[in-house]
């Protein structure tokens, strides 16, 4: 005799929550998240988040939410350590703001000597587009959460696509100089 399929009770299973959420629910204190961006190109999420002073810390991470944590962790870190009037501090921020530059263009200089393909589908030209822009940002002294949204991507991205060479490890010093830069508060 021939059976069918053999058929089994349905067993109400409880809501179960997903290991990872968008939600704020999970917040630190402090964390004032700006901007939040996937890069495709990476696969990476990008946070920034901003303290009332205007300093400015971004997280990386694998999903949104961690990204978000990590960018609040920075700024409430910073926030907890940071003594308010720190003398020299505008000088301290020129000097970053020129080490920045400088090295700007020095990574620009890099990938304008590149022979090779860039990874992941981007332009050499789009590239160079996007660093004289960060550097025009950062010697007109935009605030400091514009030159975050605009560079860190661009930044990261460069440092992730070459991290072997030359230019991945001047994307990360640029990197470096730019956490210091918008965390000069």
Known sequence: MARGPRCEPQ?????SVPRFTGSIDAKVPKENIISVEKLPNIGKWIAISEAPDGAVFYGVGNTEPLARRIAG???FE???????????????????????????????????????????????????AEIKVTQELVSEGKDR???????????????????QGVIG??????LALVSKLIGAG
């Open 78 to 128: 910073y926030l907890k350590n940071a003594p308010q009037d720190r003398p020299g501090k505008e000088s301290e921020y020129q000097r970053s703001k020129q080490d920045l530059i400088r090295a700007l263009g020095e990574l620009n200089g890099f990938i304008e000597c590149l022979n090779e393909e860039i990874p992941t589908g981007t332009t050499k030209n789009r590239l160079l």
């Open 169 to 174: 490890a001047y994307a990360e010093k640029c």
């Open 145 to 163: 959460s514009a030159i975050a949204r605009y560079a860190l991507p661009t930044l990261l991205f460069i440092a992730v696509a070459f991290a």
């Open 11 to 15: 067993i109400a299973r409880p809501f």
């Open 73 to 75: 962790l920075r700024t």
